[in-house]
């Protein structure tokens, strides 16, 4: 993974997150520690990134999120600012509520995702004949799928018929992060039979 789609998918799966010299139980910087005393006065949860401990992460962020210095707070994926900036909105009372309200919307989007049993409905709706078990959960899903269906479809078209079942949740954000293994039931028989394959088993 390049080091920028490493940094936006910190960004994605974190509603508050900070990159800072050190971590918060030992910053490393006078403008990293004052930043993070004020967000742990806020008393919500948040992510960190070291970038003293990631020197690529270092040197690629500022070109992202044009800020040329550390600390950076972000919330919901957008820049707050650094330590400054930090300073006068928790001064004025408005961090802690940015801060809150980030982590409400977090915990209602997770609300908002499909339940392992409709997942497996969607997909036995499209492909009737297909045994499915998903691993994983709420966006984060993996799939494994055998359907007579997939009988002389190359391994893409495999996956584009399984996916083609969850095409409404995955243009809705209700899904994000779905793999696929797509078998033909003589596939999924002959990798039972090898020893030690370490794939899932289905039940009929």
Request: aromatic share 6%.
């Amino acid at each position: 993974m390049k080091t920028e789609d490493k940094i936006r998918q910190q960004l994605a799966s974190n509603p508050i997150i900070i990159y800072m010299k050190g971590i918060p139980a030992n910053p490393q910087c006078g403008f990293s520690a004052k930043a993070i005393d004020f967000l742990n006065k806020t008393g919500v949860a948040y992510a960190y990134v070291n970038v003293l401990e990631a020197p690529f992460i270092r040197e690629k962020l500022p070109g992202i999120s044009h800020w040329p210095t550390y600390p950076q707070l972000f919330v919901n994926g957008e820049l707050v600012g650094g330590c400054d900036i930090i300073e006068a909105m928790a001064n004025e009372g408005s961090l802690s509520p940015l801060l809150q309200q980030a982590v409400a919307k977090d915990a209602q989007s997770e609300g908002d995702t499909l339940s392992v049993a409709e997942v497996e409905a969607l997909v036995r709706q499209g492909l009737p004949d297909a045994q499915v078990v998903i691993e994983g959960a709420g966006c984060d899903l993996s799939l494994v799928v055998v359907s007579g269906q997939f009988t002389d479809l190359s391994p893409v078209k495999e996956q584009q018929l399984v996916l083609a079942t969850l095409k409404e949740p995955l243009a809705s954000g209700k899904l994000h992060a779905v793999s696929v293994k797509a078998y033909t039931p003589d596939e999924w028989q002959a990798k039972q039979t090898r020893p030690d394959s370490g794939l899932l088993q289905i039940q009929g």
